[in-house]
């Protein structure tokens, strides 16, 4: 495909989309009905959808009886780790192999023209952002997630908290399906600005950000403290009436759905003249400028209410920077 009919590029070889990042138009005022139906194929597919099929698939072939859950032994929970492990390593390695290992498409449609494996740094395990995300995400990122999975389980089946039948609350839980990712990012820009509080920031989240080029690897390539926080994603639905398998859901959504945002590339080329959008150009421009796009995948309008938001053009890098030289006069004073 030509990338330069979507999008254009620098002398240095860095590539961007014409077309302007667009908020959900959920928050339009006045509510905008068309505007709506039109977005909610995208809303569905092919993440979340797809995400929704694992849950519900991991719930019937993983997940054991209740009776099984009841008791902690080393068994069930050994078993879903492997499960997580294998399917994490499937899905990331599934991205990073035909887009970053064998280069399938070289750097059309990527934003940043280099390869993390062509720029080693003292920064990453190994000098390798590749081996470093890779061991951060597998080693620590999925164990922490199976625990906190093994936790609501855990939970759920002694009744120390609720849950529904789909039986019983058919329309309820479909609304809890349907406002999942939108849980998920109002869940991510809370911690998200949490810590990028300058000493949690330095302690914490500059982990993942020393990953300025990220790759699929890059999206759970953390501290174990913010792997904490961002699987925590998991606790609305000990407050909010839920069913395990939505929780399931909002699990999945988290885990293999940071990869996403952390692809590189607008679109993926299926052909010489075909090609699907990934949607990772909201949270890569965060990457990029660091203060901006707090979001997940702008969902929550967050960003725009408080100024941080920005849609890839000319004037927001603007604003961005009036924001910026503001803050230093501010540093300065103090």
């Known amino acids: 495909m030509d990338d330069l009919k979507y999008g254009t590029r620098t002398k240095r070889g860095d590539w961007a989309p014409n077309k302007l990042l667009q908020p959900a138009p959920i928050?339009?005022?006045?509510?905008?009905?068309?505007?709506?139906?039109?977005?909610?194929?995208?809303?569905?597919?092919p993440y979340n959808v797809l995400f929704m099929v694992s849950a519900v698939t991991y719930w019937y072939l993983v997940v054991p009886e209740t009776s099984v859950l009841e008791t902690f032994s080393w068994g069930w929970p050994l078993k879903m780790l492997v499960v997580n492990l294998i399917l994490t390593f499937l899905w990331y390695q599934g991205w990073e192999l035909p887009l970053y290992i064998r280069r399938q498409q070289e750097n059309r449609f990527k934003y940043n023209h280099k390869f993390p494996a062509d720029n080693r740094s003292d920064v990453f395990w190994?000098?390798?952002?590749?081996?470093?995300?890779m061991l951060r995400s597998m080693l620590i990122g999925v164990p922490i997630w199976t625990a906190l999975q093994v936790l609501m389980l855990w939970t759920i089946a002694n009744a120390y908290i609720p849950w529904l039948s789909f039986a019983e609350h058919p329309v309820w839980l479909a609304l809890v399906v349907m406002v999942v990712p939108i849980i998920h990012d109002f869940h991510f820009y809370c911690i998200h600005r949490l810590i990028h509080i300058p000493i949690f920031y330095k302690y914490i989240h500059s982990v993942h950000h020393n990953s300025i080029n990220p790759s699929p690897w890059s999206?759970?390539?953390?501290?174990?403290?913010?792997?904490?926080?961002?699987?925590?994603?998991?606790?609305?639905?000990?407050?909010?009436?839920?069913?395990?398998?939505?929780?399931?859901?909002?699990?999945?959504?988290?885990?293999?759905g940071?990869?996403?945002?952390?692809?590189?590339?607008?679109?993926?080329?299926?052909?010489?003249?075909r090609g699907f959008d990934t949607h990772s150009y909201m949270h890569y421009l965060h990457h990029k400028y660091f203060e901006v796009n707090y979001g997940g995948d702008g969902l929550v309008p967050f960003d725009r209410v408080f100024g941080t938001y920005h849609d890839g053009s000319k004037d927001a890098d603007e604003q961005m920077k009036t924001r910026f030289r503001a803050k230093k006069e501010r540093l300065k004073g103090e």
Do not use: C, R
Request: aromatic content about 18%.
């Open 27 to 45: 928050w339009l005022l006045p509510p905008n009905p068309m505007k709506i139906l039109k977005w909610l194929p995208d809303y569905f597919f």
């Open 126 to 133: 190994f000098k390798s952002q590749n081996v470093d995300n």
């Open 219 to 256: 999206s759970l390539s953390m501290h174990p403290l913010e792997h904490l926080l961002y699987f925590a994603t998991v606790f609305w639905h000990f407050v909010i009436p839920s069913n395990p398998i939505i929780a399931l859901y909002q699990l999945h959504f988290a885990g293999f």
């Open 258 to 273: 940071a990869v996403p945002g952390h692809i590189g590339f607008d679109k993926v080329e299926t052909s010489e003249e």
